[in-house]
């Protein structure tokens, strides 16, 4: 019966997800488009390891790929026990605040709407 209680606010969430994604989407893109656009490029790309807290496993995926089609990022391994995750990113100047994002925006919203 919690289960049920939980669904119309799961639904609300992950429509706030689906407006969060989409202007990430559009700033990524942009970004992306602005920078190949332009003749000097300024980016630092680099890989970084993320530790996740996901437990289940719907939510990994959806973290995995979403961070894989969102312009500039690409998750390149998940270890065995999905512990951790390793990003390539394209703008990566500040490597602590990258991972901050990825913990604070998707994950902890990830999080929310599958756990």
Do not use: C, Q
């Not at 390539?88 to 901050?100: I, S, V």
């Not at 990825?102 to 999080?111: D, G």
């Amino acid at each position: 019966m919690k289960k049920l209680t939980n669904i119309p606010l799961r639904l609300i969430r992950l429509l706030f997800f689906i407006a969060f994604y989409f202007k990430e989407l559009v700033m990524s893109s942009v970004l992306l488009a602005w920078d190949i656009a332009r003749p000097r490029k300024t980016f630092t790309h680099g890989i970084v390891a993320i530790d996740i807290d996901l437990k289940k496993s719907i939510a990994v995926m959806a973290l995995v790929n979403l961070l894989s089609m969102t312009p500039g990022s690409l998750s390149v391994y998940l270890t065995p026990d999905r512990k951790r995750l390793y990003i390539h990113a394209m703008y990566l100047e500040y490597p602590d605040r990258f991972k901050k994002k990825i913990k604070n925006s998707f994950e902890n919203r990830i999080k929310r709407i599958f756990e």
